[in-house]
């Protein structure tokens, strides 16, 4: 257990659909880190936050959005969904606010577009 | 072409042989250098990290880095069923348009079989 926790762990749901995904790091985890996997693209980062302010922007599509709270657990927001946005999504936490690589992963959020 | 190339596989080996898996990259800015291990509907763990050039080895596992030749490997030695997993290598550098950002290969599936 990497102690960062990821809901939901399923998600089906339509096209044009909005879809929020929630993780919260380990304690005391300042960083969160949102990656992309997929069988084609393998995983790609989306976005990193640390202490509640953006730091780095990957991938990420326009129809994406994410936050970091005060209380440091995060959300991945994707809207108008397509076909191509299932997709396994994962958080993961670290204390460095600058990576050095050593990330601790959640099992993940399945997501399923109809 | 991707910043991270690594050979998907699948790759099939008799338990007790010696694995290697390998990835090249192109951004001279890596110098942090990991190997993550991911169990099916699992997240990724970090099971390797190096600095640079050079190896490092971890009970039977052992990796090696060659920045002259941007090239990295992880080397398993006595391999065991629990082995069986997907491995990806990860690099990321100290600062510039690499800061902050992991970058992965596509993943190797491993298979030992007994």
């Known amino acids: 257990d990497s102690g960062v926790t990821q809901t939901p762990k399923h998600l089906i749901t339509a096209t044009g659909q909005r879809v929020t995904l929630r993780c919260s790091p380990r304690?005391?985890?300042?960083?969160v880190y949102w990656y992309q996997q997929s069988l084609d693209q393998g995983l790609q980062f989306l976005i990193h936050y640390y202490n509640g302010e953006e730091r780095a922007k990957g991938n990420i599509l326009e129809r994406f959005s994410a936050q970091q709270f005060p209380d440091l657990h995060s959300e991945l927001n994707l809207s108008s969904l397509e076909l191509g946005d299932s997709a396994l999504y994962f958080c993961a936490s670290s204390m460095r606010q600058g990576s050095t690589g050593e990330l601790f992963f959640g099992e993940g959020s399945r997501l399923t577009v109809l | 072409q991707k910043e991270v190339e690594q050979d998907p596989g699948p790759l099939s080996v008799p338990e007790g042989a010696i694995v290697s898996l390998n990835c090249t990259y192109s951004n001279s800015a890596f110098q942090y250098f990991m190997w993550y291990r991911q169990y099916s509907r699992k997240g990724p763990e970090l099971l390797m990290y190096?600095?640079?050039?050079g190896n490092k080895e971890d009970g039977r596992f052992t990796a090696q880095v060659d920045k002259s030749s941007k090239y990295i490997s992880l080397f398993i030695r006595d391999s065991q069923p629990s082995d069986s997993a997907t491995y990806l290598c990860?690099?990321?550098?100290?600062?510039?348009?690499?800061?902050?950002?992991?970058?992965f290969g596509q993943g190797t599936i491993l298979t030992v079989h007994p």
């Open positions: 190096t600095y640079s050039s």
């Open positions: 990860a690099m990321i550098g100290a600062g510039g348009t690499s800061y902050g950002k992991l970058t």
């Open positions: 304690s005391g985890d300042l960083s």
